[in-house]
């Protein structure tokens, strides 16, 4: 995970979704649901995991949802998602799909980077959804903390992927032996060098 956010973060970031996102069915999915999950990725099918609430929070009604999620990322890539919503017995896990386009609005995503991620606003007005787990599934540990520790992961790999290439550019111009140049590289290098066993153990 850390090795592919290294060479494109916005792929990464697509990546540990889609794992969290299995795991999180492997872990609290009936079988009958684990079984088609299974089935969709092996044909190719991207997943998501989308908790992050709009100016509406997302609520469930008798299986269907209302509110929307911002954040949510791969609008337009990812086919299943698994969204957060608030029920009467408390926050509750929803297979949700996220193909439809009318849902989307990548407008909403106004950040300078990670374009590629294709993040935005996911409508989630009527549409229908398939409780994953008991209410407050979402939050158990150690699941809940394990995906914290992938998303460390792919923020390592993003920076390892910067100072990597802010070298090779150093390197080409013939600056990379410059005491200035090191200073500024060699306290970055050496954090994210210290950061990735932490990561390992905790995974």
């Known amino acids: 995970m850390r090795d592919v956010a290294a060479e494109n973060l916005s792929l990464g970031r697509l990546y540990e979704g889609h794992v969290n996102a299995l795991r999180l069915i492997a872990v609290h999915g009936r079988p009958a649901q684990r079984a088609r999950a299974e089935a969709e990725a092996a044909r190719g099918m991207l997943f998501g995991v989308w908790g992050a609430d709009?100016?509406?929070?997302v609520s469930a009604s008798r299986g269907r949802l209302r509110g929307a999620k911002r954040f949510a990322s791969g609008l337009g890539h990812v086919a299943r998602a698994l969204v957060t919503a608030e029920t009467a017995e408390g926050q509750q896990l929803f297979l949700v799909a996220a193909d439809e386009r009318t849902r989307h609005d990548a407008s909403a995503w106004d950040m300078a980077g990670m374009q590629d991620s294709r993040s935005g606003r996911f409508s989630c007005d009527g549409l229908a959804g398939e409780p994953l787990g008991p209410p407050g599934a979402y939050a158990?540990?150690?699941?809940?903390?394990?995906?914290?520790w992938r998303i460390a992961a792919v923020t390592l790999g993003g920076i390892t992927g910067l100072?990597?290439?802010?070298?090779?550019?150093?390197?080409g111009a013939g600056r990379m032996e410059a005491e200035a140049q090191l200073l500024r590289l060699a306290p970055i290098a050496t954090r994210a060098v210290a950061a990735w066993p932490a990561i390992v153990r905790a995974g």
């Not at 158990?140 to 914290?148: A, C, D, K, L, M």
């Open 54 to 57: 709009d100016r509406t929070p």
């Open 140 to 148: 158990e540990e150690p699941h809940f903390v394990g995906g914290t």
């Open 163 to 171: 100072v990597d290439r802010a070298a090779a550019a150093l390197r």
